[in-house]
């Protein structure tokens, strides 16, 4: 597996990754695909700007094109005005449970800890994601509690995880 960067040619993934109905149950529901071009678009652009690392998840001997998911890091603003790192993840359903998303997390947040200018990096899986919320113990995070965010104009309870880069589980080699 390796990551690269988002391109424009990425839409038709993120349209699978953000307009199917399963792939977006613990975000409230499918996005219109109109939604889901223009945040292919910010993403290039936060990119562009290396104000965010949007990376495509390819598998080892995937066909030109072929992604199994995406991994971001990027700053969100918490409602007390607070900017921090927010880390999330989606793995296509034929290439789930097979490690990409854990491997993908670990991957960016190592690259995170050698850039150094992220900080803590949060994570917020939906509290019924058993997937998402067991990367993040498996990968060090610290659960802080319950909480509400907004997702796409959607509030989504979740499980509020922290964790320091560098100090995740399973840096380096396994």
């Given at each position: 597996?390796?990551?690269?960067?988002?391109?424009?040619?990425?839409?038709?993934?993120?349209?699978?990754?953000?307009?199917?109905?399963?792939?977006?149950?613990?975000?409230?529901?499918?996005?219109?695909?109109?939604?889901?071009?223009?945040?292919?678009?910010?993403?290039?652009?936060?990119?562009?700007?290396?104000?965010?690392?949007?990376?495509?998840?390819?598998?080892?001997?995937?066909?030109?094109?072929?992604?199994?998911?995406?991994?971001?890091?990027?700053?969100?603003?918490?409602?007390d005005g607070a900017v921090v790192s927010?880390?999330?993840?989606?793995?296509?359903?034929?290439?789930?449970?097979?490690?990409?998303?854990?491997?993908?997390?670990?991957?960016?947040?190592?690259?995170a800890a050698q850039d150094g200018r992220?900080?803590?990096?949060?994570?917020?899986?939906?509290?019924?994601?058993?997937?998402?919320?067991?990367?993040?113990?498996?990968?060090?995070?610290?659960?802080?509690?319950?909480?509400?965010?907004?997702?796409?104009?959607?509030?989504?309870?979740?499980?509020?995880?922290?964790?320091?880069?560098?100090?995740?589980?399973?840096?380096?080699?396994?």
């Amino acid at each position: 597996m390796r990551l690269r960067n988002v391109e424009a040619g990425d839409v038709e993934a993120y349209v699978r990754m953000r307009c199917d109905a399963g792939m977006m149950a613990e975000l409230g529901g499918p996005l219109p695909r109109e939604a889901v071009e223009e945040r292919l678009r910010k993403d290039l652009r936060l990119v562009a700007e290396d104000s965010a690392w949007a990376k495509m998840i390819v598998p080892d001997g995937a066909a030109d094109g072929e992604v199994a998911g995406a991994v971001m890091l990027w700053q969100a603003e918490e409602e007390d005005g607070a900017v921090v790192s927010e880390i999330g993840w989606m793995v296509l359903p034929e290439y789930q449970g097979r490690g990409f998303a854990k491997a993908a997390t670990r991957a960016v947040l190592d690259a995170a800890a050698q850039d150094g200018r992220w900080g803590e990096v949060h994570a917020n899986p939906g509290v019924a994601n058993g997937a998402s919320n067991g990367i993040c113990r498996t990968l060090g995070f610290r659960l802080l509690g319950e909480r509400d965010v907004d997702f796409a104009g959607r509030i989504l309870r979740t499980n509020h995880w922290v964790v320091t880069p560098g100090e995740h589980t399973g840096s380096g080699t396994e």
